[in-house]
């Protein structure tokens, strides 16, 4: 396919009566598909069906014999936080288990680390005109706790190993009131990129000028492959512990693409002093999580490999949708010099870049042919791309033709608006 930037005029006619003919089309075809959200699609919940008989009158006893009925256990129940520290490759001492929302517990934790402070320095951080570093483009769900909160979001550039360490350690080492980054370091929430180990190490070794620095580490696709098993994914616990700086990481991970995603079950992890910190605030909030639906998925899954294997079947559901994303892209986009795209090897987005300006005239033209994306934007701070080119597809929650179906107008949406741009 020729470049765009390369037509005649009269090819650029040819082009545009040609894409126009296919919009006409896609009219005419009266189309309501939706790949706004990363949400599993039903066959993926069917997976998980036998956790809602895991757990029945006579079997609500944990294994080491407590009461899942009763309250207590503020940080879940024995045999779960072992479960979920070998998920997050960290002991079961550092790990606490509770609720069904990892997005919850995030915002629970920004929220105490603006009120109380951390457990390093147990001075509040409101009124101390807070920053995160935010690498872009990221997960929206992120950036919008922040600005709940008021705390100034400076974006970094994403590469394939991750965050541009270079900017990253010069703006920690530089500004006071940056007191922490988040993200999501394994298949990345757009882009599926996982960091590197050398990323891994920087961030755990780089000076910052605010001495409770935190690093809110994401771990949301820790096990979310596209079939050849998961990406390997350094210690970031570990190494903060090596490099001196143990209270940095703040962990967080859920079974909500794993299990149910409305009712599932999310957990936290730190080093020992970090989770103390945690039940303190816990200990305020609440007497207990659930524990009924945290033994429940203790005894469905027995361990991690049981996780492992139950995560090969998501996989091979999800394998074709993705591989149906690229084709599509491939065979509408390539050549033309007007976008670039992710190829993930797991979790559940594909980033895709247009020229600079396409992005938001792109998704309002697929809007109107019935194709509802993530509005442009949306991965990052404020929803404000500076160059307005990024576009988040998730190809879950549809089914295989009606993704097909949405992601051909989406292209064919960027074709007409860089034919009407030039």
């Not at 920053?131 to 992120?142: E, S």
């Not at 992005?359 to 991965?379: D, E, F, I, W």
Request: hydrophobic share 40%.
């Amino acid at each position: 396919m020729t470049e765009y930037n390369r037509l005649s005029a009269g090819e650029r006619r040819s082009k545009a009566a040609e894409v126009e003919a296919r919009l006409e089309g896609f009219r005419e075809e009266k189309l309501d598909l939706d790949m706004t959200r990363g949400k599993p699609g039903s066959d993926q919940l069917e997976l998980s069906n036998g956790l809602l008989a895991a757990v029945d009158a006579k079997g609500w006893k944990t294994p080491s014999g407590v009461d899942s009925r009763n309250y207590g256990g503020l940080d879940g129940i024995e045999e779960s936080r072992k479960l979920f520290g070998d998920y997050l490759g960290i002991a079961a001492s550092e790990v606490i288990v509770g609720g069904n929302s990892s997005l919850a517990l995030m915002h629970d934790t920004i929220a105490q680390l603006m009120t109380h402070g951390s457990s390093t320095l147990a001075k509040p951080w409101w009124g101390s005109n807070p920053a995160f570093l935010c690498p872009v483009p990221g997960y929206d769900r992120h950036f919008t706790i922040l600005e709940r909160y008021g705390i100034r979001m400076v974006s970094v550039a994403t590469r394939e190993s991750g965050p541009d360490m270079d900017e990253v350690e010069r703006l920690a080492a530089a500004d006071p009131t940056i007191r922490g980054l988040w993200c999501v370091p394994r298949y990345s929430n757009p882009t599926g990129y996982t960091f590197s180990d050398e990323t891994v190490e920087r961030l755990a070794c780089m000076k910052t000028a605010a001495p409770d620095f935190r690093i809110l580490w994401d771990d949301a696709y820790a096990v979310h492959h596209l079939g050849s098993g998961p990406a390997k994914l350094a210690s970031i616990l570990a190494a903060c512990r090596k490099a001196g700086n143990p209270e940095r990481p703040l962990i967080f991970g859920s079974t909500s693409k794993i299990s149910f995603p409305g009712g599932g079950v999310a957990f936290s992890g730190g080093s020992e002093k970090s989770c103390a910190w945690a039940r303190e605030r816990l200990f305020v909030q609440t007497i207990g999580p659930d524990k009924v639906n945290i033994l429940r998925h203790v005894l469905y899954f027995k361990d991690i490999a049981g996780i492992l294997a139950h995560m090969e079947k998501h996989a091979r559901i999800l394998q074709p949708k993705f591989a149906a994303v690229d084709r599509i892209l491939t065979r509408e986009l390539s050549g033309t010099g007007i976008a670039t795209w992710t190829r993930p090897q797991g979790g559940y987005f594909t980033s895709l870049d247009t020229s600079d300006g396409l992005a938001s005239t792109a998704v309002k033209l697929a809007a109107g042919l019935g194709v509802k994306v993530t509005p442009a934007g949306s991965t990052f701070p404020h929803k404000k791309d500076p160059r307005d080119r990024n576009i988040r597809i998730a190809p879950t929650f549809p089914g295989l033709a009606a993704l097909e179906k949405a992601t051909e107008v989406l292209a064919v949406c960027i074709q007409r608006a860089a034919l009407a741009g030039s």
